[in-house]
């Protein structure tokens, strides 16, 4: 393990390893020689939610536990822990295979993010639940108090419902207009029909439920800029 690794992340997140070896398997990917950070991912993924439900949990006291899943989910999702993971500067320290390496692999979402969680789960190995929470609070930062409001998160599908039962409307319906391209590409159309507002939009997307979840944004989009009660 180099030092400069050992620097960075006792700079970027305020932690030095008893054991300098976990560090280095945090930072393998698997496609390198040596044993990779995939079972330090594992237990780094559960460190991470339980630190962040439970600040959540303390910190929400008006969410219900659909609203504080959406607002987990949001701040763990592979996208997030990503751009934690670069913004933190981890991808310059990670050990890859050489075809990783040539193919920009330091840079690449899924792999920032498992190296990140393997270093949450490195440190709990290390130190235990404690020192790991320290770590999670201190890479997090003000994500954990900059959030975004639940509502906000809700699938459109899901919003478009609420929108409407609010005002008494009748709930949409979807159906499949068109399947376009070969079977390993194809391209779904569907309409979203409000019959209470008179209203009609379509979306498409590679599955139907996307394309449902377009036509139901556009729709909510609509009606919201209408302001048909």
């Known amino acids: 393990m180099s030092d400069k690794a050992e620097t960075w992340l006792k700079s970027a997140l305020g932690y030095e390893f008893n054991d300098v070896e976990l560090l280095q398997q ?18 780094g993924d559960a460190v991470l939610d339980i630190v962040v439900s439970d600040e959540l949990f303390r910190s929400q006291e008006d969410a219900d536990e659909g609203d504080l899943s959406r607002l987990r989910s949001s701040i763990v999702k592979d996208k997030s822990l990503a751009e934690l993971a670069s913004d933190l500067g981890l991808g310059e320290y990670l050990v890859l295979g050489g075809g990783e390496r040539k193919t920009g692999g330091h840079r690449r979402e899924s792999i920032l993010a498992d190296a990140l969680e393997a270093i949450f789960g490195a440190v709990y190995v290390d130190a235990g639940f404690d020192a790991a929470r320290t770590v999670v609070m201190r890479a997090l930062g003000d994500r954990l108090h900059d959030l975004p409001v639940a509502a906000e998160l809700r699938d459109p599908k899901t919003r478009l419902q609420e ?67």
């Open 26 to 43: 945090a930072l393998t990917h698997r496609s390198a020689l040596g044993e990779s950070n995939e079972r330090l991912e594992f237990l």
């Open 163 to 229: 929108w409407l039962q609010a005002r008494g409307l009748g709930l949409p319906e979807y159906d499949l207009v068109n399947v376009t391209g070969k079977a390993h590409r194809q391209c779904f159309e569907v309409s979203c029909r409000v019959d209470s507002a008179n209203a009609e939009t379509r979306g498409e997307g590679t599955s139907r439920r996307d394309a449902e979840q377009v036509s139901a944004q556009s729709m909510l989009a609509q009606l919201t800029v209408n302001g048909a009660e």
